[in-house]
């Protein structure tokens, strides 16, 4: 037997300290399911506003049992999400936290962002098995709680960013759109990208492309609810099998770090745009070196990263796996390969990086 080489000296104070911050991460592990709890409840939409309130109250407001409201209005005050008063045995929402959790329409609107995490965690169990071959798992395996909670985390930054932002940063791409251009969106999941543009340039055309049916699906009917659905068409098909050519404009929005093969994707799109077209790429917010992303944005991505975009990678052809982090560099690389010859990053948030790629 080998022996096991003990450190030489343990700091107790550092190593309580390690312990308790560990504790606190088990917290927070919890944490994701109670905020999706709240959401699907409508714990949080029923305290926006309405200041403090009872759990019996709560329950009441929302036909939930007062032990389960009590309980989880509890965990929420002992993690800082709502305030408890302990001689009236109230609790309240602040109202920047009902920005955030009830808000639909706020840029900051965060329960997607939960949800895709405790669909993510879900599944995790696969991914440790898989981790010892080296296989994947494609996006279209995992549960609803990941489709839905990607596309909800995603929205409300598009809605805020995309047509005000976004689009004005590109070379001349809005006075084309304005006029009439035709666009595609690959990768388009539920279809949110490719209705907010259709939505604010009703003189253009598009269409959105995504290898996974069902959220094909569910895009063409809130293309349908949207009042776009003339103009905008969806169709079930990979990165490097969308159809059309001559596009003034291609976008990809948060998904060529999932792509087992973006360089193919890069080529396809080169091939499929206008000569004087532009490729919109927007991926998560992420620097070029690891210490780069060792932030809390990062953290969070590093772990999707691991759980959810490196398995779908893993599961398609060639299987790159650039990661979620992959930074601009190796953006560049990849199109760069693909036949571009320009490349700008040209807008950030703190959750995306907006980057211009010419022919």
Same mark, same amino acid.
């Given at each position: ?37 709240? +959401? ?5 939409? *029923? ?6 309130? =009872?759990? @019996?109250?709560?329950?009441? /407001? ?21 305030? &408890? +008063? ?16 009830? +808000?639909?329409?706020?840029?900051? &609107? ?61 070379? $001349? ?5 304005? !006029?009439?251009?035709?666009?595609? +969106? ?15 340039? #009703? ?16 895009? %063409? ?9 003339? !103009? ?18 291609? =976008? ?19 091939? /499929? ?24 944005? $990062? %953290?969070?991505?590093?772990?999707? @990263? *691991?759980?959810?975009? *490196?398995?779908?990678?893993? @599961? ?9 982090? /992959? ?14 010859? %320009? ?15 010419? #022919?």
């Amino acid at each position: 037997m080998t022996d096991v080489q003990q450190p030489a000296e343990v700091d107790f104070d550092t190593l309580m300290g390690f312990v308790f911050r560990a504790v606190d991460e088990v917290g927070a592990t919890l944490n994701t399911a109670l905020v999706v709890m709240g +959401d699907k409840l409508g714990y949080y939409r *029923t305290m926006a506003g309405s200041g403090p309130i =009872t759990p @019996s109250r709560l329950a009441d /407001a929302t036909g939930t049992a007062e032990r389960y409201a009590r309980e989880w209005l509890n965990a929420q005050a002992a993690g800082d999400i709502v305030r &408890y +008063d302990p001689e009236a045995g109230t609790y309240e929402l602040p109202a920047e936290h009902a920005v955030a959790l009830a +808000d639909e329409s706020s840029p900051a &609107y965060l329960p997607g962002f939960f949800q895709i995490a405790l669909g993510t965690v879900q599944d995790a169990t696969r991914i440790v098995e898989l981790a010892q071959s080296g296989a994947g798992l494609g996006w279209h395996e995992h549960n609803h709680d990941v489709h839905e909670g990607c596309e909800r985390f995603f929205r409300p930054g598009y809605n805020a960013n995309l047509v005000g932002e976004w689009l004005p940063a590109l070379d $001349g791409v809005v006075d084309k759109l304005e !006029r009439g251009a035709r666009v595609a +969106d690959i990768g388009c999941g539920h279809g949110a990208s490719t209705i907010i543009m259709a939505q604010a340039f #009703p003189h253009s055309t598009f269409v959105g492309s995504d290898y996974h049916r069902e959220s094909i699906q569910q895009a %063409r009917a809130r293309a349908e609810e949207a009042g776009v659905a003339d !103009r905008v068409q969806f169709e079930v098909a990979s990165a490097q099998g969308f159809t059309g050519s001559g596009f003034d404009l291609v =976008t990809t929005f948060d998904a060529l770090h999932d792509m087992g093969d973006p360089v193919g994707a890069a080529r396809h799109v080169r091939q /499929a745009l206008a000569e004087d077209g532009t490729w919109m790429v927007v991926e998560p917010m992420a620097g070029d070196r690891v210490e780069d992303n060792l932030t809390p944005v $990062g %953290r969070a991505y590093y772990g999707f @990263s *691991t759980l959810l975009c *490196t398995p779908a990678s893993l @599961s398609q052809e060639v299987g790159l796996a650039i990661g979620t982090q /992959a930074g601009p560099a190796r953006i560049r690389d990849v199109v760069t390969t693909g036949g571009f010859t %320009r490349f700008a990053k040209v807008a950030e948030t703190p959750f995306n990086q907006v980057l211009e790629v010419r #022919p």
